[in-house]
């Protein structure tokens, strides 16, 4: 039992489990941020110049049609400035609480600021408006994650997994991974190993599915097993032998 408890605990401190941007598990079941261009001349700030108060954005953006607005603030969600971005989305809330896609959006922005509470209400009105968005399940799901919430987060991914097609081979792998270990995370070892095995059929050679289901292997008391799926997640670090 006390070997189950260290391994778990290091299973949930193991730095790609946290909740960055820079997290593989992070990856979007669809796109972040989109941009097709439009509205792209309306407003850009040079990089030798003073950033625009809010006084300034807002006059700007009061001269926007919502479409310029929601792809002014696409844009400032991909550079980073948040607050722009979610000043113009507010505005275009002020005018149509139903524009298309707009809910999905503000919740990335939301959770790219740390606001998860604020994501996860987000993400739950985006999918009032589109049940079948498999994007908005899943990152409803991942806001769950990072709040801790994982019996929240499974029925969310499983329903991401319901809406993607089968060729998405890269996107049903990092769900069937966050969904294994929000399994995991709730002492659901059975269904956690299930769930890493099925990410593994899409990427067979991730050393961290790898990893992570060496892990719970070993939660199960199966040593043998677990060793087999260390010894993966290493096997290609050795040092490539010379040819005599």
Known sequence: MKSHIIFLSFFLVFPILGCSKNDSAYTNVGILHKSNGTGDEIIKTDPGSQKPDTQQINNRLKIMSNNDRFQFALDCGNQGRYSEALAAYNMILETDKNYPDLYYYQGLLYRDMGMLDEAICAFQ????????????????????????????????????????????????????????????????????????????????????????????????????????????????????????
């Open 125 to 244: 009105t985006a999918i009032t408006q589109n049940p079948n968005s498999a994007e908005a399940h899943y990152n409803l799901g991942y806001a769950y994650r990072c709040k801790g919430l994982h019996s929240e987060a499974i029925p969310e991914y499983r329903k991401a997994l319901e809406l993607i097609p089968e060729n998405k081979a890269k996107q049903l792998a990092y769900v069937h991974y966050n969904l294994g270990f929000s399994c995991f995370s709730s002492g659901m070892i059975d269904d956690a190993i299930s769930q890493f095995n099925k990410a593994l059929a899409y990427k067979p050679k991730d050393k961290e599915i790898h990893q992570k289901l060496g892990i719970a292997y070993t939660a199960k008391g199966w040593a043998d097993k677990a060793k087999d799926e260390f010894l993966l997640c290493t096997e290609n670090d050795k040092p490539i032998k010379k040819i005599p």
